[in-house]
Protein backbone atom coordinates (compact mmCIF):
# COMPACT_ATOMS: atom_id res chain seq x y z
CA UNK A 1 0.00 0.00 0.00
CA UNK A 2 2.55 2.44 0.99
CA UNK A 3 4.55 1.40 -1.90
CA UNK A 4 2.26 1.88 -4.35
CA UNK A 5 1.10 5.01 -3.20
CA UNK A 6 5.03 6.10 -3.48
CA UNK A 7 4.95 4.84 -7.06
CA UNK A 8 1.95 6.92 -7.60
CA UNK A 9 3.39 10.40 -6.47
CA UNK A 10 6.42 9.42 -7.95
CA UNK A 11 4.60 9.03 -11.30
CA UNK A 12 2.99 12.16 -10.48
CA UNK A 13 6.20 13.85 -9.45
CA UNK A 14 7.68 13.50 -13.31
CA UNK A 15 5.21 16.28 -14.26
CA UNK A 16 6.47 18.94 -11.87
CA UNK A 17 10.09 18.01 -10.33
CA UNK A 18 13.26 18.51 -11.50
CA UNK A 19 13.79 14.55 -13.34
CA UNK A 20 16.57 13.43 -11.60
CA UNK A 21 15.09 10.95 -8.76
CA UNK A 22 16.44 12.91 -6.25
CA UNK A 23 15.07 14.26 -3.04
CA UNK A 24 11.57 12.45 -3.46
CA UNK A 25 11.50 13.28 0.48
CA UNK A 26 13.43 16.63 1.59
CA UNK A 27 16.94 15.92 1.94
CA UNK A 28 18.97 15.35 5.07
CA UNK A 29 22.45 15.69 6.01
CA UNK A 30 25.05 17.81 7.55
CA UNK A 31 27.11 21.13 6.32
CA UNK A 32 30.18 23.02 7.37
CA UNK A 33 29.20 26.58 7.02
CA UNK A 34 26.35 27.16 10.12
CA UNK A 35 29.23 26.61 12.65
CA UNK A 36 32.35 26.02 10.88
CA UNK A 37 32.39 29.11 8.41
CA UNK A 38 35.67 29.14 6.26
CA UNK A 39 38.00 26.81 9.01
CA UNK A 40 37.09 23.83 6.93
CA UNK A 41 39.40 21.12 5.51
CA UNK A 42 39.99 17.40 4.84
CA UNK A 43 40.59 16.72 8.54
CA UNK A 44 36.92 18.36 9.22
CA UNK A 45 35.21 16.72 7.02
CA UNK A 46 36.05 13.45 7.74
CA UNK A 47 36.18 13.91 11.46
CA UNK A 48 32.36 14.94 10.77
CA UNK A 49 31.33 12.00 8.64
CA UNK A 50 33.12 9.94 11.34
CA UNK A 51 30.82 11.39 14.04
CA UNK A 52 27.59 10.77 12.59
CA UNK A 53 28.80 6.87 11.83
CA UNK A 54 29.28 6.95 15.42
CA UNK A 55 25.97 8.55 16.58
CA UNK A 56 23.62 6.51 14.25
CA UNK A 57 22.86 9.86 12.32
CA UNK A 58 22.52 7.90 9.16
CA UNK A 59 20.00 5.22 10.23
CA UNK A 60 18.03 8.52 10.95
CA UNK A 61 18.09 9.60 7.62
CA UNK A 62 20.95 12.30 7.63
CA UNK A 63 23.36 10.96 4.51
CA UNK A 64 24.59 13.85 2.82
CA UNK A 65 28.08 15.79 4.17
CA UNK A 66 28.06 18.93 2.63
CA UNK A 67 31.34 21.29 2.40
CA UNK A 68 29.77 24.90 2.00
CA UNK A 69 32.76 27.99 0.56
CA UNK A 70 36.21 28.35 1.13
CA UNK A 71 37.11 24.60 -0.23
CA UNK A 72 38.93 26.59 -3.78
CA UNK A 73 41.92 27.12 -4.34
CA UNK A 74 42.09 28.56 -8.12
CA UNK A 75 41.50 27.26 -11.51
CA UNK A 76 44.13 25.52 -13.46
CA UNK A 77 45.03 26.68 -17.13
CA UNK A 78 42.01 24.50 -18.48
CA UNK A 79 39.36 26.49 -16.19
CA UNK A 80 38.80 23.18 -14.29
CA UNK A 81 38.00 24.35 -10.55
CA UNK A 82 40.53 23.14 -8.09
CA UNK A 83 40.58 23.04 -4.08
CA UNK A 84 42.72 24.50 -1.90
CA UNK A 85 46.23 22.18 -1.66
CA UNK A 86 46.85 23.15 2.03
CA UNK A 87 43.16 22.21 2.98
CA UNK A 88 42.67 19.65 0.66
CA UNK A 89 46.49 17.91 -0.31
CA UNK A 90 44.60 14.92 -1.38
CA UNK A 91 42.17 16.60 -3.89
CA UNK A 92 38.40 16.27 -3.31
CA UNK A 93 37.99 13.11 -5.21
CA UNK A 94 39.92 11.30 -2.02
CA UNK A 95 37.81 13.10 0.35
CA UNK A 96 34.11 12.12 -1.19
CA UNK A 97 36.04 8.00 -1.64
CA UNK A 98 35.98 8.29 2.01
CA UNK A 99 32.55 9.32 2.44
CA UNK A 100 31.53 7.17 -0.35
CA UNK A 101 33.57 4.20 1.72
CA UNK A 102 31.65 4.91 4.84
CA UNK A 103 28.23 4.43 2.87
CA UNK A 104 27.64 8.33 3.28
CA UNK A 105 27.01 10.97 0.12
CA UNK A 106 29.32 13.68 -0.30
CA UNK A 107 27.69 17.51 -1.37
CA UNK A 108 29.83 20.96 -2.52
CA UNK A 109 29.42 24.16 -2.49
CA UNK A 110 29.53 26.88 -5.63
CA UNK A 111 28.31 30.54 -6.67
CA UNK A 112 26.01 31.45 -9.54
CA UNK A 113 27.98 34.32 -9.92
CA UNK A 114 31.70 35.54 -10.19
CA UNK A 115 32.68 34.99 -7.40
CA UNK A 116 31.30 32.88 -4.05
CA UNK A 117 30.16 34.65 -0.93
CA UNK A 118 33.14 34.29 0.24
CA UNK A 119 35.76 35.36 -2.30
CA UNK A 120 36.37 32.21 -3.93
CA UNK A 121 35.96 31.58 -7.70
CA UNK A 122 32.37 31.37 -8.55
CA UNK A 123 30.87 29.18 -11.69
CA UNK A 124 29.38 31.89 -13.98
CA UNK A 125 30.43 31.01 -17.10
CA UNK A 126 32.17 27.75 -16.07
CA UNK A 127 28.98 25.65 -15.57
CA UNK A 128 29.90 22.86 -18.06
CA UNK A 129 33.61 22.36 -16.94
CA UNK A 130 32.52 22.64 -13.10
CA UNK A 131 29.70 20.08 -13.48
CA UNK A 132 31.60 17.41 -15.19
CA UNK A 133 34.85 18.23 -12.57
CA UNK A 134 32.62 17.53 -9.84
CA UNK A 135 30.98 14.44 -11.33
CA UNK A 136 34.68 13.14 -12.06
CA UNK A 137 35.23 13.69 -8.33
CA UNK A 138 32.01 11.80 -7.65
CA UNK A 139 30.05 14.38 -6.22
CA UNK A 140 26.33 13.77 -5.04
CA UNK A 141 25.21 17.45 -4.42
CA UNK A 142 25.39 20.71 -5.19
CA UNK A 143 24.65 24.01 -2.87
CA UNK A 144 24.58 27.36 -5.69
CA UNK A 145 24.81 30.34 -4.22
CA UNK A 146 23.80 33.66 -5.30
CA UNK A 147 26.76 36.34 -4.61
CA UNK A 148 28.54 38.17 -7.17
CA UNK A 149 25.73 37.53 -9.79
CA UNK A 150 26.22 40.38 -11.82
CA UNK A 151 23.08 41.62 -11.17
CA UNK A 152 21.66 38.99 -13.36
CA UNK A 153 18.12 38.69 -11.10
CA UNK A 154 15.73 40.87 -10.66
CA UNK A 155 12.92 39.00 -13.45
CA UNK A 156 12.18 35.40 -12.47
CA UNK A 157 13.40 34.55 -16.22
CA UNK A 158 16.68 36.44 -15.58
CA UNK A 159 17.39 33.99 -12.53
CA UNK A 160 15.73 31.32 -13.93
CA UNK A 161 18.36 31.57 -16.93
CA UNK A 162 21.25 31.87 -14.72
CA UNK A 163 20.18 28.94 -12.56
CA UNK A 164 19.18 26.43 -15.39
CA UNK A 165 22.34 26.68 -16.87
CA UNK A 166 24.08 24.79 -13.91
CA UNK A 167 20.85 22.38 -13.88
CA UNK A 168 21.76 21.62 -17.81
CA UNK A 169 25.23 21.28 -16.84
CA UNK A 170 24.59 18.74 -13.92
CA UNK A 171 21.99 16.77 -16.12
CA UNK A 172 24.57 16.58 -18.56
CA UNK A 173 27.13 14.80 -16.81
CA UNK A 174 24.90 11.71 -16.39
CA UNK A 175 25.31 11.58 -12.52
CA UNK A 176 22.51 12.31 -10.14
CA UNK A 177 23.52 15.66 -8.65
CA UNK A 178 21.00 16.71 -6.10
CA UNK A 179 20.74 20.24 -6.86
CA UNK A 180 19.81 22.71 -4.01
CA UNK A 181 19.70 26.26 -5.30
CA UNK A 182 20.30 28.88 -2.85
CA UNK A 183 19.74 32.22 -4.30
CA UNK A 184 17.48 33.69 -1.28
CA UNK A 185 13.80 33.70 -2.59
CA UNK A 186 15.00 36.56 -5.13
CA UNK A 187 12.44 36.43 -8.18
CA UNK A 188 10.01 33.92 -6.24
CA UNK A 189 11.88 30.17 -7.03
CA UNK A 190 8.74 28.70 -5.62
CA UNK A 191 7.40 29.53 -9.07
CA UNK A 192 10.29 28.79 -11.23
CA UNK A 193 12.67 26.74 -9.92
CA UNK A 194 10.17 23.57 -9.20
CA UNK A 195 11.62 22.01 -12.73
CA UNK A 196 15.16 23.03 -12.17
CA UNK A 197 16.17 22.11 -9.39
CA UNK A 198 15.46 20.27 -6.13
CA UNK A 199 15.35 23.03 -3.48
CA UNK A 200 15.14 26.17 -3.38
CA UNK A 201 16.55 28.55 -0.40
CA UNK A 202 13.22 30.55 0.03
CA UNK A 203 14.84 33.82 2.06
CA UNK A 204 18.31 35.33 3.49
CA UNK A 205 20.58 33.42 5.86
CA UNK A 206 19.35 31.82 9.07
CA UNK A 207 20.02 33.49 12.17
CA UNK A 208 20.46 31.06 15.45
CA UNK A 209 18.51 33.14 17.44
CA UNK A 210 14.61 32.91 18.05
CA UNK A 211 12.77 36.17 16.94
CA UNK A 212 15.48 39.14 17.07
CA UNK A 213 14.09 41.90 14.69
CA UNK A 214 17.62 42.17 12.60
CA UNK A 215 17.92 44.92 9.84
CA UNK A 216 19.80 43.54 7.73
CA UNK A 217 17.02 40.98 7.35
CA UNK A 218 14.50 43.67 6.41
CA UNK A 219 11.38 42.17 4.39
CA UNK A 220 8.53 41.48 6.01
CA UNK A 221 7.31 38.90 3.43
CA UNK A 222 9.59 37.17 0.47
CA UNK A 223 6.68 37.63 -2.01
CA UNK A 224 8.30 41.09 -3.34
CA UNK A 225 11.00 41.20 -1.20
CA UNK A 226 14.11 43.21 -2.54
CA UNK A 227 17.11 42.25 -0.19
CA UNK A 228 16.63 39.24 1.42
CA UNK A 229 20.08 39.86 3.44
CA UNK A 230 20.73 37.78 6.30
CA UNK A 231 20.73 37.44 10.26
CA UNK A 232 17.01 36.07 9.61
CA UNK A 233 15.64 35.10 12.99
CA UNK A 234 13.92 31.46 12.92
CA UNK A 235 10.56 32.32 13.51
CA UNK A 236 10.55 34.86 10.96
CA UNK A 237 11.79 32.44 8.35
CA UNK A 238 8.44 30.57 9.32
CA UNK A 239 6.43 33.81 8.36
CA UNK A 240 8.06 33.55 4.91
CA UNK A 241 7.90 29.99 4.55
CA UNK A 242 3.66 30.17 5.74
CA UNK A 243 2.38 31.23 2.05
CA UNK A 244 4.81 29.39 -0.17
CA UNK A 245 4.22 25.59 0.99
CA UNK A 246 1.93 25.02 -1.23
CA UNK A 247 4.56 25.28 -4.14
CA UNK A 248 6.53 22.28 -3.12
CA UNK A 249 6.10 18.56 -3.34
CA UNK A 250 8.56 15.35 -3.88
CA UNK A 251 11.39 16.44 -5.78
CA UNK A 252 11.24 20.03 -5.52
CA UNK A 253 11.30 21.83 -1.81
CA UNK A 254 11.27 24.89 -0.11
CA UNK A 255 14.23 25.18 1.52
CA UNK A 256 14.63 27.39 5.03
CA UNK A 257 18.26 27.42 5.39
CA UNK A 258 20.54 24.78 7.36
CA UNK A 259 19.64 23.72 10.90
CA UNK A 260 21.39 25.89 14.09
CA UNK A 261 20.20 23.21 16.79
CA UNK A 262 22.98 22.74 18.66
CA UNK A 263 24.80 25.75 17.81
CA UNK A 264 23.69 27.80 21.62
CA UNK A 265 21.68 30.46 20.59
CA UNK A 266 18.60 29.25 21.41
CA UNK A 267 16.95 27.52 24.25
CA UNK A 268 15.87 23.80 24.09
CA UNK A 269 12.15 24.73 23.72
CA UNK A 270 13.69 27.12 20.78
CA UNK A 271 15.56 24.03 19.14
CA UNK A 272 12.65 21.63 19.39
CA UNK A 273 10.32 24.33 17.34
CA UNK A 274 12.90 25.01 15.20
CA UNK A 275 13.34 21.05 14.14
CA UNK A 276 9.45 20.68 14.01
CA UNK A 277 8.66 23.50 11.84
CA UNK A 278 11.52 22.48 9.49
CA UNK A 279 10.21 18.94 9.54
CA UNK A 280 6.31 19.75 9.22
CA UNK A 281 7.23 22.15 6.03
CA UNK A 282 9.56 19.76 4.53
CA UNK A 283 12.44 22.23 4.64
CA UNK A 284 15.70 19.82 4.08
CA UNK A 285 17.04 19.27 6.93
CA UNK A 286 20.88 19.61 6.78
CA UNK A 287 22.20 19.87 10.35
CA UNK A 288 24.93 22.52 11.25
CA UNK A 289 26.46 21.96 14.42
CA UNK A 290 29.31 20.60 15.36
CA UNK A 291 28.76 16.80 15.05
CA UNK A 292 31.58 15.94 16.95
CA UNK A 293 31.19 17.30 19.87
CA UNK A 294 26.80 17.33 20.58
CA UNK A 295 25.24 17.40 23.79
CA UNK A 296 23.10 14.78 24.87
CA UNK A 297 20.03 17.48 24.47
CA UNK A 298 21.23 18.16 21.12
CA UNK A 299 21.53 14.48 19.92
CA UNK A 300 17.57 14.01 21.26
CA UNK A 301 16.01 16.46 19.60
CA UNK A 302 17.90 15.86 15.88
CA UNK A 303 16.76 12.08 16.58
CA UNK A 304 13.43 12.78 17.30
CA UNK A 305 12.03 9.68 14.28
CA UNK A 306 8.15 10.75 15.21
CA UNK A 307 9.55 14.21 13.81
CA UNK A 308 11.76 12.96 10.73
CA UNK A 309 8.84 10.63 9.66
CA UNK A 310 7.13 13.88 9.52
CA UNK A 311 9.57 15.34 7.20
CA UNK A 312 9.99 12.22 5.12
CA UNK A 313 6.40 11.07 5.01
CA UNK A 314 5.90 9.99 1.46
CA UNK A 315 2.70 12.55 0.90
CA UNK A 316 5.27 15.37 0.62
CA UNK A 317 2.63 17.68 1.85
CA UNK A 318 3.88 20.94 3.97
CA UNK A 319 1.70 21.72 6.84
CA UNK A 320 -0.62 24.74 6.11
CA UNK A 321 -0.72 28.20 8.41
CA UNK A 322 -4.57 28.12 9.67
CA UNK A 323 -4.30 30.75 11.96
CA UNK A 324 -1.99 33.34 13.75
CA UNK A 325 -3.49 35.76 16.24
CA UNK A 326 -1.46 38.54 18.17
CA UNK A 327 -0.65 38.29 21.58
CA UNK A 328 -1.18 41.66 23.35
CA UNK A 329 2.56 41.19 25.26
CA UNK A 330 3.83 40.76 21.46
CA UNK A 331 4.49 37.99 19.67
CA UNK A 332 1.55 35.12 18.61
CA UNK A 333 0.13 31.71 18.72
CA UNK A 334 -0.18 29.95 15.30
CA UNK A 335 -2.00 27.20 14.32
CA UNK A 336 -0.96 24.24 11.93
CA UNK A 337 -1.86 21.85 10.38
CA UNK A 338 -1.30 19.10 7.34
CA UNK A 339 -1.82 15.58 5.63
CA UNK A 340 0.34 12.69 6.36
CA UNK A 341 -0.52 9.29 4.45
CA UNK A 342 -3.05 6.85 5.77
CA UNK A 343 -5.72 9.78 6.63
CA UNK A 344 -3.26 10.59 9.36
CA UNK A 345 -2.93 14.29 10.16
CA UNK A 346 -0.63 16.27 11.84
CA UNK A 347 -1.23 19.55 13.85
CA UNK A 348 1.26 22.36 15.42
CA UNK A 349 0.63 24.85 18.23
CA UNK A 350 2.98 27.64 18.20
CA UNK A 351 3.61 30.25 21.21
CA UNK A 352 5.92 32.94 20.46
CA UNK A 353 4.77 35.64 22.87
CA UNK A 354 6.38 35.85 26.15
CA UNK A 355 3.77 34.97 27.89
CA UNK A 356 2.20 31.15 28.30
CA UNK A 357 -0.74 30.52 26.97
CA UNK A 358 -4.05 28.60 27.30
CA UNK A 359 -6.15 28.02 23.93
CA UNK A 360 -8.79 25.63 22.19
CA UNK A 361 -7.77 23.76 19.45
CA UNK A 362 -10.74 23.40 17.17
CA UNK A 363 -10.90 21.21 14.32
CA UNK A 364 -12.94 23.43 12.65
CA UNK A 365 -9.58 25.14 11.70
CA UNK A 366 -7.50 22.14 11.99
CA UNK A 367 -9.49 20.38 9.62
CA UNK A 368 -10.33 23.45 6.94
CA UNK A 369 -9.41 21.80 3.88
CA UNK A 370 -11.23 18.22 4.77
CA UNK A 371 -14.92 19.40 5.68
CA UNK A 372 -17.51 19.33 8.18
CA UNK A 373 -17.60 15.46 8.93
CA UNK A 374 -13.91 15.88 10.09
CA UNK A 375 -14.58 19.11 11.56
CA UNK A 376 -16.99 17.51 13.83
CA UNK A 377 -14.94 14.18 13.91
CA UNK A 378 -12.78 12.12 16.83
CA UNK A 379 -9.02 11.68 16.66
CA UNK A 380 -6.53 10.32 18.32
CA UNK A 381 -3.61 12.38 19.37
CA UNK A 382 0.39 11.34 19.70
CA UNK A 383 2.26 13.91 21.29
CA UNK A 384 5.49 13.69 19.37
CA UNK A 385 7.73 15.64 21.87
CA UNK A 386 6.76 12.93 24.67
CA UNK A 387 8.04 9.45 25.01
CA UNK A 388 5.50 6.47 25.42
CA UNK A 389 5.95 3.88 28.14
CA UNK A 390 8.64 1.88 25.89
CA UNK A 391 10.73 5.22 24.89
CA UNK A 392 9.70 5.83 21.95
CA UNK A 393 8.74 9.21 20.43
CA UNK A 394 5.40 10.05 20.26
CA UNK A 395 3.18 9.20 23.01
CA UNK A 396 -1.01 8.66 22.94
CA UNK A 397 -2.48 11.39 25.03
CA UNK A 398 -6.36 10.41 24.32
CA UNK A 399 -9.07 10.58 22.15
CA UNK A 400 -10.50 13.43 21.12
CA UNK A 401 -13.92 14.86 19.25
CA UNK A 402 -13.91 18.56 18.08
CA UNK A 403 -11.51 20.00 19.53
CA UNK A 404 -8.31 20.06 22.03
CA UNK A 405 -9.68 21.84 24.66
CA UNK A 406 -7.62 24.32 26.79
CA UNK A 407 -4.07 23.40 25.96
CA UNK A 408 -1.42 25.14 28.05
CA UNK A 409 1.50 26.19 26.18
CA UNK A 410 4.56 27.72 27.58
CA UNK A 411 6.37 30.72 26.06
CA UNK A 412 8.18 29.80 23.25
CA UNK A 413 7.25 26.22 23.50
CA UNK A 414 5.31 23.87 20.28
CA UNK A 415 2.92 21.25 20.53
CA UNK A 416 3.05 18.60 17.70
CA UNK A 417 0.36 15.95 17.78
CA UNK A 418 0.12 13.42 15.09
CA UNK A 419 -3.71 12.61 14.87
CA UNK A 420 -5.37 9.27 13.22
CA UNK A 421 -8.76 7.77 13.31
CA UNK A 422 -9.36 5.87 16.83
CA UNK A 423 -8.26 2.60 16.82
CA UNK A 424 -11.62 0.14 15.43
CA UNK A 425 -12.71 2.66 12.89
CA UNK A 426 -12.45 1.93 8.69
CA UNK A 427 -10.57 4.49 6.59
CA UNK A 428 -13.63 4.13 4.50
CA UNK A 429 -15.67 4.94 6.83
CA UNK A 430 -13.83 8.22 7.58
CA UNK A 431 -13.37 9.05 3.96
CA UNK A 432 -17.54 8.63 3.74
CA UNK A 433 -17.82 10.39 7.15
C1 LIG B 1 18.49 14.35 -17.18
O1 LIG B 1 17.20 14.81 -17.60
C2 LIG B 1 16.40 13.78 -18.19
C3 LIG B 1 15.14 14.44 -18.74
O2 LIG B 1 14.49 15.18 -17.78
C4 LIG B 1 16.12 12.71 -17.18
O3 LIG B 1 15.34 11.68 -17.74
C5 LIG B 1 17.43 12.16 -16.66
O4 LIG B 1 17.18 11.21 -15.63
C6 LIG B 1 18.32 13.28 -16.13
N1 LIG B 1 19.60 12.71 -15.77
C7 LIG B 1 20.27 13.07 -14.68
C8 LIG B 1 21.57 12.42 -14.47
O5 LIG B 1 19.87 13.92 -13.87
C1 LIG C 1 43.05 20.82 -15.16
O1 LIG C 1 42.46 19.81 -14.32
C2 LIG C 1 41.77 18.81 -15.01
C3 LIG C 1 41.25 17.81 -13.97
O2 LIG C 1 40.36 18.39 -13.10
C4 LIG C 1 42.67 18.08 -15.97
O3 LIG C 1 41.89 17.16 -16.72
C5 LIG C 1 43.32 19.08 -16.92
O4 LIG C 1 44.27 18.40 -17.72
C6 LIG C 1 44.02 20.15 -16.11
N1 LIG C 1 44.58 21.14 -17.03
C7 LIG C 1 45.86 21.51 -16.97
C8 LIG C 1 46.31 22.48 -18.00
O5 LIG C 1 46.61 21.08 -16.12
C1 LIG D 1 23.51 30.23 -20.17
O1 LIG D 1 24.37 29.52 -21.04
C2 LIG D 1 24.34 30.00 -22.38
C3 LIG D 1 25.24 29.16 -23.24
O2 LIG D 1 25.50 27.92 -22.72
C4 LIG D 1 24.82 31.43 -22.41
O3 LIG D 1 24.73 31.93 -23.75
C5 LIG D 1 23.95 32.28 -21.51
O4 LIG D 1 24.49 33.60 -21.45
C6 LIG D 1 23.91 31.69 -20.13
N1 LIG D 1 22.94 32.45 -19.35
C7 LIG D 1 23.22 32.95 -18.16
C8 LIG D 1 22.15 33.76 -17.53
O5 LIG D 1 24.28 32.76 -17.61
C1 LIG E 1 32.42 21.16 22.90
O1 LIG E 1 31.25 21.85 23.29
C2 LIG E 1 31.36 22.53 24.52
C3 LIG E 1 30.01 23.20 24.80
O2 LIG E 1 28.98 22.29 24.68
C4 LIG E 1 32.45 23.58 24.47
O3 LIG E 1 32.60 24.17 25.72
C5 LIG E 1 33.75 22.93 24.04
O4 LIG E 1 34.73 23.93 23.84
C6 LIG E 1 33.56 22.16 22.75
N1 LIG E 1 34.78 21.45 22.42
C7 LIG E 1 35.35 21.57 21.24
C8 LIG E 1 36.58 20.74 21.05
O5 LIG E 1 34.92 22.28 20.35
C1 LIG F 1 24.85 11.41 27.56
O1 LIG F 1 24.24 10.13 27.51
C2 LIG F 1 25.14 9.07 27.71
C3 LIG F 1 24.43 7.76 27.47
O2 LIG F 1 23.08 7.91 27.31
C4 LIG F 1 25.70 9.14 29.11
O3 LIG F 1 26.62 8.09 29.31
C5 LIG F 1 26.39 10.48 29.28
O4 LIG F 1 26.83 10.62 30.62
C6 LIG F 1 25.48 11.62 28.93
N1 LIG F 1 26.24 12.84 28.94
C7 LIG F 1 25.81 13.92 29.56
C8 LIG F 1 26.73 15.12 29.47
O5 LIG F 1 24.77 13.97 30.14
C1 LIG G 1 4.76 28.36 31.93
O1 LIG G 1 4.70 27.03 31.42
C2 LIG G 1 5.83 26.24 31.74
C3 LIG G 1 5.67 24.86 31.12
O2 LIG G 1 5.16 24.90 29.88
C4 LIG G 1 6.00 26.10 33.22
O3 LIG G 1 7.17 25.37 33.50
C5 LIG G 1 6.07 27.48 33.85
O4 LIG G 1 6.07 27.34 35.25
C6 LIG G 1 4.88 28.33 33.44
N1 LIG G 1 5.07 29.69 33.94
C7 LIG G 1 4.09 30.37 34.49
C8 LIG G 1 4.45 31.75 34.93
O5 LIG G 1 2.98 29.91 34.62
Not at 61 to 79: E, F, H, K
Not at 217 to 231: E, N, Q, V, W, Y
Not at 352 to 357: A, D, I, K, R
Not at 392 to 420: C, D, L, R
Request: proline share 4%; aromatic share 10%; glycine share 10%.
Amino acid sequence: MRNALLSLLLGLSVVTALDNGLAVTPQMGWNTWNHFGCSIDEDLILSAANAMIQNDLPKYGYNYVNMDDCWQGTRNASGAPQPDPTKFPNGIKAVADQIHAMGLKFGLYSDAGTMTCGGHFGSLGFEEIDAQTYAEWGVDYLKYDNCYNQGLSGTPKISYDRYNNMSVALNNTGRPILYSMCNWGEDGPWNFATTIANSWRISGDVYDNYNRYDVRCPCDSMIDCKLAGFHCAMTRIIDFAAPVGQKAGPGHWNDLDMLEVGNGGMSYDEYVTHFSMWALLKSPLILGNDVTNMTNETLSIITNDAIIAVSQDAAGSPATRQWKRAVSQGGDLQLWSGSLVNYQFIIALLNTSPTNQTVDVDFEDVFIDQGAAYQSGTFTLYDLWQKDGQGNWGKEVGTYTAKIPSVHIGSHQVKIWKATLPSGSSKRNVADL
